[in-house]
């Protein structure tokens, strides 16, 4: 196997292009270091000149001194890491991957617990696949911020909950980045029996401990899907379940605002929608730093809509349209077409709720909805000159959905334009009140992590 990072891409205008560097060419060090990754390749860059050593495509070697002035050389590379994924060794109990049923395309079932994944996409890692060397380049590079799948600190549980004897030691590793100041983010995903209640309590309170540099921890509910067989029996999280992680969530964030002056401590969207609470004011989510994690998704939502409502006159075209979306978010949508149609009666839009068939009905998101479960649930319903479809239902880059139908079978079996709508409340506004996008636009949609 050659060595060195073959360059896939040059951006037009950039210093690699200025340098006669073109696809195919082999990066091999950079001032004499050898690359392990893509973030050795970011800090040894970083400098105001470096001496780069590339092979052509034709086997010539090339030395060049570069006066780059701390900027980008603007190089993909093939490999995006510059270095092979790192598996999860763990069987955590609530893995989603895991209730997956066969036959999927491959890259599905891929579990991926990369720490450098953290930094570049804003993947949860567990730290059990880290050796010391691993935390000594995060502190040596000022990497951040890294984000941890805590689940507990008890670390017996936390080694049942992992399946992984180790899981209960990689805690120490949060000492280690607090020590360094290294900016974190924790996740807990919160499973009946196991990590609720007190333990719950106990988790905050050890979390808590790490603040400022553990900025936001986020608890999430455990999903489960139909394909659970073989699998440790888990109950899903019901309605007074959700009343009682929101009460220990607020009181939380009560203590720690007045100590510290931030929440720290946020129960996701689905927690308030299962419990039938009002969700939090925009004030209350610090910033949406778990976003990602469904956390003041739909408060961010809402208050959008009505931001960009607000600056609009109405008027009185007409067009009628349609939406899909999941479980969840169905009612906080249908209160915000509510607000649209007052401003634009002349516009009708219906909301189609999509039940998951295909995972089962215990999962109500929208980016898990299969295209299969959309074409079975819309077929000979009205959908008006468009449908609107959310863009997390697909494949990032890719129109593309979990079960590899595309969105142009999509179109055929549903005689329909589609239109993909971006999360943000403007985005939303927007989709219903004007034509059609472009298609040929890749928009951020549904990972499995």
Not at 70 to 94: A, P, V
Not at 102 to 124: A, I, V
Not at 371 to 385: C, E, F, S, W
Request: net charge negative.
């Amino acid at each position: 196997m050659k060595k060195g990072h073959v360059i896939k891409t040059v951006d037009p205008g950039s210093i690699g292009e200025a340098l006669e560097l073109v696809p195919g060419d082999r990066l091999m060090t950079i001032d004499g270091h050898e690359l392990e990754d893509i973030f050795d390749y970011e800090y040894y860059i970083g400098s105001r000149s470096v001496t780069a050593v590339v092979i052509k495509e034709n086997g010539e070697e090339w030395e060049l001194e570069i006066e780059n002035n701390y900027e980008d050389l603007g190089l993909t590379f093939e490999n995006g890491l510059m270095s092979e994924y790192r598996s999860c060794k763990n069987k955590c109990i609530f893995c989603f991957i895991d209730q997956m049923p066969k036959g999927m395309r491959e890259t599905l079932y891929f579990k991926d617990d990369d720490s450098r994944l953290s930094f570049l996409q804003g993947n949860y890692i567990t730290l059990t696949n880290m050796s010391d060397r691993d935390i000594e380049r995060i502190i040596r590079f000022k990497l951040s911020p890294i984000n941890i799948s805590v689940h507990t600190t008890n670390p017996d549980l936390r080694c049942r909950m992992l399946n992984n004897r180790f899981a209960g030691e990689a805690l120490k590793k949060i000492d280690r980045l607090y020590r360094a100041g290294t900016p974190m983010n924790g996740q807990i995903v919160m499973c009946k029996g196991f990590n609720d209640g007190d333990e719950l309590e106990r988790t905050i309170g050890d979390l808590s401990a790490y603040l400022p540099f553990m900025a936001s921890v986020s608890v999430v509910p455990v999903g489960l899907s139909r394909f659970r067989q073989g699998l440790e029996p888990l109950e899903p999280v019901g309605p007074e379940d959700a009343v009682r992680t929101i009460e220990i969530v607020e009181r939380w964030q009560e203590k720690l605002y007045r100590e510290h002056g931030t929440h720290f401590i946020h129960a996701s969207d689905e927690f308030y929608i299962l419990a039938g609470r009002e969700l939090p004011e925009g004030e209350r989510y610090d910033g949406y730093p778990q976003l990602e994690n469904g956390v003041g998704m739909v408060r961010l939502f809402l208050d959008e809509v009505d931001q960009t409502l607000a600056q609009l006159k109405g008027d009185g075209r007409e067009e009628e349209i349609s939406i899909a979306t999941g479980v969840l978010a169905y009612g906080y949508l249908e209160k915000s077409l509510k607000k649209i149609r007052d401003k634009y009666p002349g516009i009708c839009v219906r909301l189609y709720r999509i039940v998951n068939e295909f995972f089962g009905e215990q999962i109500t998101v929208a980016g898990l909805i299969t295209g299969g479960d959309l074409i079975r649930q819309l077929q000979g319903k009205p959908l008006g000159q468009r449908l609107l479809l959310p863009a997390c239902m697909f494949r990032s880059g890719e129109m593309v959905f979990l079960d590899d139908i595309t969105l142009e079978e999509v179109k055929n079996a549903l005689q329909v334009q589609v239109d993909i709508v971006k999360s943000s409340g403007q985005d939303f506004v927007d989709a219903v009140l004007s034509s059609p996008r472009e298609e040929s636009v890749f928009y951020e949609g549904y990972e499995l992590k």
